[in-house]
Structures are given as C-alpha cells and as structure tokens.
Nanobody, 120 residues
C-alpha cells in the first residue's frame, strides 16, 4: 500500500524555521512529481512548492526565497525547508505524489498533514 507521512510541524515564532518531511512507502519518490500544499481554516488548499521527477522546482510567489523543496532518494523522502516564517504561513501542510503537480489540488497520493503554527 502507498503511504505518505508528514512530520516536522509545530509551533514557531515569526522569523523562525521548520523543516517538514514527507516519508513515502509503497512508491518511489524519485519517479513521481511531488508537491507540498497547505490549508488554513476556512481557506482553499493551495500549492506551496513542487519538485518534478527530474528535479525541477516551483514555488508559490508567497514563499519564494523563504521555502525550499528537496528530495532524498535514498530515504525516499521529500522535504520542505521553511525559513523566515510568517503568521500567514500557519496552516496544515500536506504532501502529494502524482504524475503532475498543479496549482489546484487533484487526486493522487496524499499524506495526512502536519500542523504548522507561526505565532508570537
């Protein structure tokens, strides 16, 4: 079975950093496009960052220069390094494995999510 498990979320002060992990089993991360999405209460789920099977990356304008998506094929894990965090980054963060990552969420292999709260 396919399972994606996010971890690394928590409470952090504005300006702080967190690194989220998405550990996969049942699929090989390196042959999928992978994405990180987030959803705040009452808001639509939005794409934050994506990495293709070839290693190309894309970011939402709101996180460019602050967030970095990466992949460790040996660990079959995708990461999201988040720096200079802002209160508006507060959300549940989800990872997705699919044939193509799009701005609008679509069916694929989703993780359960991890909560990130940025607050002073």
């Amino acid at each position: 079975q396919v399972q994606l498990v996010e971890s690394g979320g928590g409470l952090v002060q504005p300006g702080g950093s967190l690194r989220l992990s998405c550990a996969a089993s049942g699929i090989i991360v390196s042959i999928y496009d992978m994405g990180w999405y987030r959803q705040a209460p009452g808001k639509q789920r939005e794409l934050v960052a994506a990495i293709t099977s070839g290693g190309s990356t894309n970011y939402a304008d709101s996180v460019k220069g602050r967030f970095t998506i990466s992949r460790d094929n040996a660990k079959n894990t995708v990461y999201l390094q988040m720096n200079s965090l802002k209160p508006e980054d507060t959300a549940v963060y989800y990872c997705l494995a699919g044939d193509k990552i799009t701005r609008t969420p679509r069916p694929g292999y989703w993780g359960q999510g991890t909560q990130v709260t940025v607050s002073s």
